[in-house]
């Protein structure tokens, strides 16, 4: 099994929403640098205060700001035994910084999710989320009751990074920052291009064999 997994893929394309059934399955941690992002945003820590604006206007925060927290993540218990990361790397700096941490073993695999730009809009615009990070669709994957999360009842959100302007600039980021990181983990053989499009259960599939290897 490839433990030392990430996930690279423009907004919208899957990552979060099989980076957290992967780990469900395999049992090893889901360490999405969005999540605890927003979750240090909402508790309004002095790294969530520098974080809040870039994140809305669909900047990156600062690499040192992001190496120190996952670096932190990567180094508790529950991580020895592998990871799933979602949203980072994202830049070339912080794949460096990512290398050199885990010398001298390396990552073991990098899922490539694809979704045209046509269907990204659509999907992150109807996305709605729950505190703690479960991912619902106000048009292919709706909650049960309008509004609440089937798991912890708690009250959806729209994300204020899920409008279209915002969506455009983190697709620019996507390609202009974090795509050509693909060429950097190709050297290394470890990447696997996945078509994030069509039935979830299906990509999840394809996901899951490319971790099973
Ligand atoms: P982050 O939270 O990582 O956002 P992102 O990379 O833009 O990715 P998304 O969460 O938008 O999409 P996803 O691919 O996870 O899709 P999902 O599974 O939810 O980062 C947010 C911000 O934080 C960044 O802009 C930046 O400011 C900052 N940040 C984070 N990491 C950073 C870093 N390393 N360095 C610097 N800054 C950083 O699915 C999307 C929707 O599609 C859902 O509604 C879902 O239900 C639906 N869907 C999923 N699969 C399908 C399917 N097969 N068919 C139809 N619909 C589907």
């Known amino acids: 099994m490839k433990r030392r997994t990430l996930f690279l893929g423009p907004p919208g394309s899957g990552k979060g929403t099989h980076a957290t059934r992967l780990s469900r399955e395999f049992g090893i941690p889901h360490v999405s640098t969005g999540d605890m992002l927003r979750k240090h945003v909402s508790q309004q820590t002095e790294l969530g205060r520098r974080a809040a604006e870039l994140m809305e206007s669909g900047a990156l925060v600062p690499d040192a700001l992001v190496l120190e927290m996952v670096v932190e993540r990567l180094s508790r218990p529950d991580a020895s035994r592998g990871w799933v990361l979602d949203g980072f ?125």
């Open 89 to 213: 790397p994202r830049t070339m700096p912080q794949a460096k910084a990512l290398d050199s941490a885990l010398e001298p073993r390396g990552i073991d695999l990098v899922i490539v999710l694809e979704a045209p730009e046509s269907e990204i809009l659509e999907r992150i615009t109807g996305r709605r989320v729950c505190p703690l990070g479960h991912v619902y669709h106000v048009r292919t994957q709706p909650p049960r009751v309008e509004g609440v999360c089937d798991v912890d009842g708690e009250e959806l959100q729209h994300r204020r990074d899920d409008t279209a302007g915002v969506v455009t600039q983190r697709v620019a980021i996507y390609h202009s920052e974090t795509a050509p990181l693909i060429e950097h983990y190709g050297g290394a053989q470890v990447v696997r291009r996945v078509d994030g499009t069509g039935d979830r259960g299906d990509v999840y599939r394809r996901v899951a064999a490319a971790f099973r290897g």
